[in-house]
């Protein structure tokens, strides 16, 4: 019974180990000036996940190259792209830059105009 216990335990190990040989490991940091950015949306090759009260998300994926888009209300969409191999860990920083707030009344018109308001 302990040779089939220590059997099974080397074979998940091998099993183990070969999966996380054949992914790649991708963590991403998403802040401001101000700090980490809670709830951004991270979209990575057609995947998407939010970040934690610390900015943060990871992602487990295959091999190659990995295109990155972030999203949050109020912010500018930033966006990266990067190449992992197999086994590989990444961290990647994102920098999201506030967008611009139209305040003055008088420039309502003329966006409506250019179709710029919902």
Do not use: H
């Amino acid at each position: 019974m302990r040779r089939l216990i220590v059997g099974l335990f080397c074979l998940f190990t091998v099993a183990s180990a070969t999966a996380q040989e054949s992914t790649a490991q991708l963590r991403i940091e998403v802040r401001t000036e101000a700090g980490p950015v809670r709830d951004a949306e991270v979209v990575v090759n057609g995947t998407t996940q939010k970040t934690d009260a610390q900015g943060i998300t990871a992602f487990v994926i295959p091999p190659g190259r990995a295109d990155i888009v972030v999203v949050k209300d109020g912010f500018a969409a930033s966006s990266a792209s990067v190449d992992l191999a197999a086994g590989q860990r990444q961290t990647i920083a994102i920098d999201l830059n506030r967008t611009a707030a139209v305040e003055d009344s008088r420039l309502l018109p003329l966006m409506e105009v250019a179709g710029l308001t919902a």
